[in-house]
């Protein structure tokens, strides 16, 4: 019993290290006006990075259109007083090409009701989620959907931070 706990203290100070560490990351990468991802045009913050054929351009949040985002409320319901939503999000590719990285960025609206309530999506860093290890791209003329609960029932605020084809 002794040595279960153990071992459990030792995964949770593991957690919590590597938390901090990818923490620390993404804030030297803000501080140093970085996003945690490589645009090679620089777009900083108010922009979206679209890279096609390695080269570069900046649109401001909302005047990208060529892939966007359609959500979709599944539910909401009232738990132990509080409010929860579902969502589903499908990022729409209309393009002639894959889409090899996208990168899409929330805020303060984005409160999940836990961890498990995230799918089909994974955060990188604070702000910022992308596609999970086993879906490596979006292909042309195609969807991709994923879902989240959150807390509340005004849908989140999220956007396109960086695309590559």
């Not at 961890?115 to 490596?136: A, D, E, F, K």
Request: aromatic content about 12%; some cysteine; overall charge neutral.
């Amino acid at each position: 019993m002794k040595s279960i706990v153990l071992v459990l203290l030792g995964l949770l100070l593991t957690v919590a290290f590597v938390a901090a560490q990818n923490s620390e990351e993404f804030n030297d990468a803000v501080a140093r006006g970085r996003p945690p991802y490589s645009c090679p045009g620089n777009c900083g913050g108010e922009h979206t990075c679209h890279v096609k054929e390695n080269k570069c351009t900046c649109y401001q949040h909302g005047h990208y259109r060529e892939v966007y985002l359609v959500f979709k409320c599944i539910n909401s319901w009232v738990d132990c007083g509080r409010t929860y939503t579902q969502y589903d999000v499908t990022i729409v590719n209309p393009t002639d090409c894959n889409i090899l990285d996208i990168y899409i960025g929330y805020d303060y609206s984005f409160r999940l009701r836990d961890s498990s309530s995230l799918w089909n999506m994974v955060r990188i860093s604070p702000g910022v989620m992308t596609l999970p290890s086993y879906q490596q791209s979006i292909n042309a003329h195609a969807s991709y959907t994923f879902g989240f609960i959150i807390e509340g029932n005004r849908q989140p605020n999220l956007s396109i931070l960086y695309i590559r084809f």
